[in-house]
């Protein structure tokens, strides 16, 4: 059974940054395209960066283009997601996912990690 944990969130101030890290266990790393997704309180879930197993295909929501980078390392099994120039508009629960195929902008994903909050003061 595949599992994704994330880590690294966390309060930080207006234009600092932080770097989430989400393991998957439990399948071969390699082979998914892996998401990243964030929830605001009281608003939808919404697409924030994807990125194919080849790192060939990487899309961004315009939202946080120039600001965030998405990478993986797969021998680590890890998918990361640096966050800079952070704004409390992007303060939300932040959750990686992962599935088979090419990577979509939308929660059309097989296996979700339990989130990780960022929280960013002004």
């Known amino acids: 059974q595949v599992q994704l944990v994330e880590s690294g969130g966390g309060l930080v101030q207006a234009g600092g940054s932080l770097r989430l890290s989400c393991a998957l266990s439990g399948g071969t790393f390699s082979t998914y395209s892996m998401g990243w997704f964030r929830q605001a309180p009281g608003k939808e879930r919404e697409f924030v960066a994807a990125i194919s197993w080849t790192v060939s295909n990487i899309y961004y929501t315009n939202s946080v283009k120039g600001r965030f980078t998405i990478s993986r390392d797969n021998a680590k099994n890890t998918v990361y997601l640096q966050m800079n120039s952070l704004k409390p508009e992007d303060t939300a629960v932040y959750y990686c996912?992962?599935?088979?195929?090419?990577?979509?902008?939308?929660?059309?994903?097989?296996?979700w990690g339990q989130g990780t909050q960022v929280s960013v003061s002004s």
């Open positions: 996912a992962a599935r088979l195929g090419l990577p979509r902008q939308r929660d059309e994903y097989d296996y």
